[in-house]
């Protein structure tokens, strides 16, 4: 079983910035998508952004140009550098990966999540 563990949030002031990382249990050289989601108490997790397996980032409307998504070619870590933070940013934070294995089965990982709050 592949585990994710995100890192990296925490208090933080609005306008200010966080990193968030993702670490995986092992190095992902084939998947569809790793992303970041949010979820507040009451709703649904809600994507904030993504990367394809080319290298493509997409962001929800509400971080673009705040928000960017990335990771290391070849490495097990997926980060999300998120900046000019509101409070309406305050949220659990967490990543996801999904793909097909060689096998040709499914996968959909997802972290424990990790707390962002952002005061005002």
């Known amino acids: 079983q592949v585990q994710l563990e995100e890192s990296g949030g925490g208090l933080v002031q609005a306008g200010g910035s966080l990193r968030l990382s993702c670490v995986a249990s092992?190095?992902?050289?084939?998947?569809?998508?790793m992303a970041w989601y949010r979820q507040v108490p009451g709703k649904q997790r809600e994507l904030v952004a993504s990367?394809?397996?080319?290298?493509?980032?997409t962001y929800a409307d509400y971080v673009r140009g705040r928000f960017t998504i990335s990771r290391t070619v070849g490495s097990n870590t997926l980060y999300l550098q998120m900046s000019s933070l509101r409070p309406e940013d305050t949220a659990v934070y967490y990543c996801?990966?999904?793909?097909?294995?060689?096998?040709?089965?499914?996968?959909?990982?997802w972290g424990q999540g990790t707390q962002v709050t952002v005061s005002s």
């Open positions: 990367l394809s397996s080319g290298g493509t980032p």
């Open positions: 996801n990966v999904m793909g097909t294995s060689v096998t040709g089965s499914a996968f959909d990982y």
């Open positions: 092992r190095v992902f050289f084939s998947f569809k998508a």
